[in-house]
């Protein structure tokens, strides 16, 4: 689970830091929690991806997001309407015979067919709970 773990932050830091422009835009920070199936996911990545600039990332540990990230760790996502993806995957075995498996649909890693949304707005407790589903 540590590996996965790992590799989720790395699939999100990537996506974080490969877009945007270099205005920072106005965040909020965003808690909630990712069920699948009706159980918390046990691991995983959620990304917020707003109309205009940089994405969000965050991490998912037992159903709960955490660390909500879009320039330094932990200061939100951007204000405004945001596309959202979940990825949660398992990784059996080590190096090269490590074989890599989604735990959920992949559909939801992709913004244009998730069909997750939220909007985030400025001075208020933003939750964000998704239940994913077949």
């Known amino acids: 689970m540590m590996r996965c773990r790992g590799t989720c932050i790395a699939i999100?830091?990537?996506l974080v830091l490969g877009c945007g422009g270099s205005d920072h835009a106005?965040?909020?920070a965003v808690s909630g929690t990712v069920t699948y199936k009706d159980q918390p996911l046990p691991t995983g990545m959620i990304v917020f991806y707003?109309?205009?600039g940089r994405s969000a990332a965050g991490e998912i540990v037992d159903g709960e997001?955490?660390?909500v990230t879009t320039y330094e760790p932990g200061d939100g996502a951007p204000v405004g309407p945001v596309k959202i993806t979940v990825t949660s995957i398992q990784v059996d075995g080590e190096g090269t015979q490590a074989k890599t498996k989604s735990l959920i649909p992949q559909k939801y890693a992709d913004p244009s067919k998730s069909g997750l949304t939220a909007t985030v707005n400025a001075g208020e407790?933003?939750?964000v709970d998704l239940n994913l589903t077949d």
């Open 50 to 52: 707003p109309e205009n």
């Open 65 to 67: 997001i955490t660390n």
């Open 12 to 14: 999100g830091l990537a």
């Open 26 to 28: 106005k965040l909020a």
């Open 125 to 127: 407790k933003n939750v």
